[in-house]
Protein backbone atom coordinates (compact mmCIF):
# COMPACT_ATOMS: atom_id res chain seq x y z
CA UNK A 1 0.00 0.00 0.00
CA UNK A 2 2.52 2.21 0.91
CA UNK A 3 4.89 1.54 -2.35
CA UNK A 4 1.79 2.40 -4.44
CA UNK A 5 1.22 5.57 -2.62
CA UNK A 6 4.86 6.64 -3.31
CA UNK A 7 4.59 5.73 -7.32
CA UNK A 8 1.42 7.75 -7.39
CA UNK A 9 3.01 10.82 -5.49
CA UNK A 10 5.93 10.24 -8.30
CA UNK A 11 3.85 9.63 -11.15
CA UNK A 12 1.61 12.88 -10.20
CA UNK A 13 5.48 14.51 -9.68
CA UNK A 14 6.26 14.04 -13.10
CA UNK A 15 2.80 14.63 -14.55
CA UNK A 16 2.72 17.90 -12.93
CA UNK A 17 6.30 18.96 -14.08
CA UNK A 18 5.44 18.31 -17.89
CA UNK A 19 2.63 20.69 -17.14
CA UNK A 20 5.43 22.86 -15.91
CA UNK A 21 6.82 23.16 -18.79
CA UNK A 22 4.47 23.35 -21.03
CA UNK A 23 4.60 26.87 -23.13
CA UNK A 24 1.15 29.19 -23.50
CA UNK A 25 0.90 30.54 -26.50
CA UNK A 26 -2.06 33.30 -26.81
CA UNK A 27 -2.92 34.01 -30.58
CA UNK A 28 -6.23 36.90 -31.11
CA UNK A 29 -8.09 36.11 -34.24
CA UNK A 30 -11.09 37.24 -35.76
CA UNK A 31 -13.91 33.79 -35.79
CA UNK A 32 -13.94 32.60 -39.11
CA UNK A 33 -11.93 31.65 -41.28
CA UNK A 34 -8.64 32.28 -38.57
CA UNK A 35 -9.63 31.14 -35.30
CA UNK A 36 -11.23 27.64 -37.11
CA UNK A 37 -7.88 27.10 -38.63
CA UNK A 38 -6.04 27.69 -35.33
CA UNK A 39 -8.36 25.01 -33.88
CA UNK A 40 -7.13 22.64 -36.14
CA UNK A 41 -3.39 23.11 -35.71
CA UNK A 42 -3.95 23.08 -31.63
CA UNK A 43 -4.13 19.48 -30.37
CA UNK A 44 -0.78 19.02 -32.68
CA UNK A 45 0.85 21.77 -30.52
CA UNK A 46 -0.43 20.26 -27.72
CA UNK A 47 1.89 17.49 -28.15
CA UNK A 48 4.85 19.29 -28.91
CA UNK A 49 4.59 21.25 -25.26
CA UNK A 50 2.80 24.42 -26.78
CA UNK A 51 -0.71 25.43 -24.52
CA UNK A 52 -3.08 27.64 -27.61
CA UNK A 53 -4.97 29.85 -26.02
CA UNK A 54 -7.04 31.45 -28.67
CA UNK A 55 -8.66 34.76 -28.11
CA UNK A 56 -11.48 35.57 -30.52
CA UNK A 57 -12.06 39.32 -31.79
CA UNK A 58 -14.67 41.09 -33.99
CA UNK A 59 -12.60 43.86 -35.22
CA UNK A 60 -9.47 44.68 -36.59
CA UNK A 61 -7.59 47.10 -34.28
CA UNK A 62 -7.76 45.53 -30.38
CA UNK A 63 -5.89 42.48 -32.00
CA UNK A 64 -2.98 44.50 -33.11
CA UNK A 65 -3.37 47.11 -30.15
CA UNK A 66 -3.36 43.96 -27.73
CA UNK A 67 -0.42 42.20 -29.11
CA UNK A 68 1.76 45.10 -29.01
CA UNK A 69 0.87 45.87 -25.06
CA UNK A 70 1.84 42.15 -24.78
CA UNK A 71 -1.67 40.87 -23.72
CA UNK A 72 -1.27 38.60 -26.98
CA UNK A 73 1.68 36.68 -28.21
CA UNK A 74 0.71 36.45 -31.46
CA UNK A 75 -2.33 37.26 -33.98
CA UNK A 76 -3.75 36.25 -37.07
CA UNK A 77 -6.37 37.99 -39.26
CA UNK A 78 -4.97 40.59 -41.19
CA UNK A 79 -2.37 41.32 -44.57
CA UNK A 80 0.53 42.75 -44.87
CA UNK A 81 -0.99 46.16 -46.78
CA UNK A 82 -2.98 46.63 -43.26
CA UNK A 83 -0.59 45.59 -40.96
CA UNK A 84 1.65 48.53 -42.93
CA UNK A 85 -0.88 51.00 -42.59
CA UNK A 86 -1.62 50.35 -39.07
CA UNK A 87 1.90 50.53 -37.44
CA UNK A 88 2.07 53.77 -39.43
CA UNK A 89 -1.20 55.31 -38.03
CA UNK A 90 -0.72 53.69 -34.47
CA UNK A 91 3.00 53.97 -34.39
CA UNK A 92 3.57 50.10 -33.54
CA UNK A 93 6.56 47.86 -34.80
CA UNK A 94 4.84 44.65 -34.94
CA UNK A 95 6.20 42.06 -37.54
CA UNK A 96 5.03 39.76 -40.48
CA UNK A 97 6.13 36.12 -39.53
CA UNK A 98 4.28 33.73 -41.86
CA UNK A 99 1.61 34.00 -44.69
CA UNK A 100 -1.26 31.42 -44.03
CA UNK A 101 -4.04 31.58 -46.71
CA UNK A 102 -5.85 34.28 -49.22
CA UNK A 103 -9.39 35.70 -48.42
CA UNK A 104 -10.60 36.74 -52.19
CA UNK A 105 -12.22 40.09 -51.58
CA UNK A 106 -15.49 40.46 -52.85
CA UNK A 107 -18.38 42.71 -53.81
CA UNK A 108 -21.95 42.02 -52.64
CA UNK A 109 -25.87 43.05 -52.83
CA UNK A 110 -29.21 42.42 -51.52
CA UNK A 111 -30.58 44.77 -54.68
CA UNK A 112 -29.18 43.21 -57.57
CA UNK A 113 -28.56 40.10 -59.18
CA UNK A 114 -25.42 41.13 -61.85
CA UNK A 115 -23.37 44.58 -61.68
CA UNK A 116 -24.44 45.79 -64.74
CA UNK A 117 -28.26 46.81 -62.98
CA UNK A 118 -26.06 49.17 -60.73
CA UNK A 119 -27.93 52.12 -61.26
CA UNK A 120 -26.63 55.97 -61.21
CA UNK A 121 -25.92 57.46 -58.03
CA UNK A 122 -26.06 54.04 -56.00
CA UNK A 123 -24.61 53.57 -52.70
CA UNK A 124 -21.61 51.80 -52.59
CA UNK A 125 -20.43 50.68 -49.06
CA UNK A 126 -16.13 49.92 -48.64
CA UNK A 127 -14.58 49.27 -45.32
CA UNK A 128 -13.00 52.46 -43.72
CA UNK A 129 -9.66 51.09 -42.98
CA UNK A 130 -6.84 52.65 -45.44
CA UNK A 131 -5.51 49.35 -46.49
CA UNK A 132 -9.02 47.51 -47.09
CA UNK A 133 -10.41 50.58 -48.26
CA UNK A 134 -8.14 51.18 -51.07
CA UNK A 135 -8.40 47.41 -52.05
CA UNK A 136 -11.98 47.98 -52.64
CA UNK A 137 -11.67 50.60 -55.09
CA UNK A 138 -9.10 49.17 -56.96
CA UNK A 139 -11.33 46.40 -57.50
CA UNK A 140 -14.09 48.47 -58.21
CA UNK A 141 -11.60 49.94 -60.96
CA UNK A 142 -11.22 46.05 -62.51
CA UNK A 143 -15.05 46.04 -62.59
CA UNK A 144 -14.94 49.14 -64.82
CA UNK A 145 -17.04 50.93 -62.35
CA UNK A 146 -14.31 53.85 -61.69
CA UNK A 147 -11.14 55.29 -62.71
CA UNK A 148 -8.27 56.20 -59.74
CA UNK A 149 -5.82 58.33 -60.17
CA UNK A 150 -3.19 55.99 -59.41
CA UNK A 151 -4.40 51.97 -59.73
CA UNK A 152 -1.80 50.85 -58.31
CA UNK A 153 -1.95 52.63 -54.70
CA UNK A 154 -3.28 50.57 -52.31
CA UNK A 155 -4.19 53.17 -49.50
CA UNK A 156 -6.30 54.71 -52.76
CA UNK A 157 -9.22 56.88 -51.01
CA UNK A 158 -12.80 57.84 -52.54
CA UNK A 159 -10.72 61.45 -53.20
CA UNK A 160 -9.03 59.54 -55.52
CA UNK A 161 -11.42 58.85 -58.09
CA UNK A 162 -11.19 60.78 -61.31
CA UNK A 163 -13.90 59.36 -62.88
CA UNK A 164 -16.80 57.62 -61.57
CA UNK A 165 -19.65 57.75 -64.78
CA UNK A 166 -22.45 56.22 -62.54
CA UNK A 167 -21.55 58.73 -59.75
CA UNK A 168 -21.46 56.15 -57.12
CA UNK A 169 -21.94 57.56 -53.48
CA UNK A 170 -19.10 55.61 -51.30
CA UNK A 171 -19.93 55.31 -47.80
CA UNK A 172 -17.33 53.93 -45.36
CA UNK A 173 -17.81 52.14 -42.85
CA UNK A 174 -15.92 49.40 -40.42
CA UNK A 175 -15.56 46.24 -42.26
CA UNK A 176 -17.30 44.04 -39.39
CA UNK A 177 -20.45 46.03 -39.98
CA UNK A 178 -20.76 46.11 -43.88
CA UNK A 179 -22.40 42.26 -44.00
CA UNK A 180 -24.84 44.09 -41.86
CA UNK A 181 -25.62 47.08 -43.60
CA UNK A 182 -26.43 45.31 -46.92
CA UNK A 183 -29.97 46.54 -46.73
CA UNK A 184 -29.15 49.80 -46.60
CA UNK A 185 -26.94 49.58 -49.56
CA UNK A 186 -26.82 49.00 -52.87
CA UNK A 187 -23.21 47.37 -53.12
CA UNK A 188 -21.05 46.28 -50.47
CA UNK A 189 -17.24 45.46 -50.67
CA UNK A 190 -16.57 42.71 -47.76
CA UNK A 191 -13.67 40.78 -46.43
CA UNK A 192 -14.52 37.05 -46.91
CA UNK A 193 -13.66 36.64 -42.94
CA UNK A 194 -17.06 38.45 -42.07
CA UNK A 195 -18.80 37.98 -44.98
CA UNK A 196 -18.66 34.00 -43.99
CA UNK A 197 -19.73 35.25 -40.34
CA UNK A 198 -22.81 36.73 -41.98
CA UNK A 199 -23.35 33.16 -43.36
CA UNK A 200 -22.49 34.50 -47.25
CA UNK A 201 -20.75 31.87 -49.86
CA UNK A 202 -18.03 34.13 -51.66
CA UNK A 203 -17.86 31.73 -54.50
CA UNK A 204 -21.55 31.82 -54.75
CA UNK A 205 -22.79 35.00 -53.71
CA UNK A 206 -20.41 37.49 -54.59
CA UNK A 207 -20.95 39.50 -57.74
CA UNK A 208 -17.21 39.65 -58.58
CA UNK A 209 -14.50 38.60 -56.57
CA UNK A 210 -10.71 38.61 -56.33
CA UNK A 211 -8.74 36.00 -58.05
CA UNK A 212 -6.71 33.67 -56.19
CA UNK A 213 -3.66 35.85 -57.50
CA UNK A 214 -4.94 38.52 -54.55
CA UNK A 215 -1.29 39.88 -52.78
CA UNK A 216 -3.37 39.78 -49.63
CA UNK A 217 -2.19 36.87 -47.80
CA UNK A 218 -3.42 36.61 -44.35
CA UNK A 219 -0.62 36.27 -42.16
CA UNK A 220 0.71 35.45 -38.76
CA UNK A 221 1.95 38.63 -36.84
CA UNK A 222 4.11 39.16 -33.70
CA UNK A 223 6.44 42.12 -32.24
CA UNK A 224 9.76 41.80 -32.95
CA UNK A 225 11.41 41.16 -29.33
CA UNK A 226 9.11 37.18 -29.86
CA UNK A 227 9.51 36.56 -33.68
CA UNK A 228 11.82 33.76 -33.27
CA UNK A 229 10.00 32.77 -29.58
CA UNK A 230 10.16 28.59 -29.95
CA UNK A 231 6.45 28.86 -29.38
CA UNK A 232 5.60 30.82 -32.47
CA UNK A 233 7.70 29.05 -34.72
CA UNK A 234 6.10 25.66 -33.77
CA UNK A 235 2.84 27.54 -34.52
CA UNK A 236 4.60 28.96 -38.07
CA UNK A 237 5.73 25.46 -38.60
CA UNK A 238 2.16 24.08 -37.64
CA UNK A 239 0.06 26.23 -40.10
CA UNK A 240 2.31 25.27 -43.09
CA UNK A 241 1.67 21.29 -43.23
CA UNK A 242 -0.85 18.92 -45.89
CA UNK A 243 -2.95 18.83 -43.03
CA UNK A 244 -3.74 22.76 -42.34
CA UNK A 245 -4.14 23.34 -46.69
CA UNK A 246 -6.41 20.02 -47.60
CA UNK A 247 -8.67 21.75 -44.11
CA UNK A 248 -8.87 25.23 -45.63
CA UNK A 249 -9.27 23.61 -49.46
CA UNK A 250 -11.96 21.62 -48.41
CA UNK A 251 -14.04 23.68 -45.79
CA UNK A 252 -14.08 26.89 -47.62
CA UNK A 253 -14.29 25.50 -51.64
CA UNK A 254 -12.36 28.46 -52.87
CA UNK A 255 -13.89 30.90 -50.46
CA UNK A 256 -10.35 30.99 -48.64
CA UNK A 257 -7.11 29.92 -50.76
CA UNK A 258 -3.78 28.67 -49.21
CA UNK A 259 -0.71 30.46 -49.48
CA UNK A 260 1.63 27.86 -49.50
Same mark, same amino acid.
Given at each position: MRLNFVRSVLLASVFLAGAAHAEKLVVGATQVPHAEILEVVKPGLAKEGVELDIKVFSDYVQPNLQLADKQLDA???QH?? $?LDSFNKDRKTGLVPVVAVHVEPFGGYSRKIKNISELKQGATVGIPNDPSNGGRALILLQKQGLIKLKD???ILSTAAD???NPKKLKFRELEAAMLPRSLDDLDLALIN?? $?ALEAGLVPTKDALFIEGSDSPYAN???TRADNRNDPGVQKLVKALHTPEVKKFIQEKYKGAVVPAF
Open positions: NFFKP $YPSNVVETN $YIVV
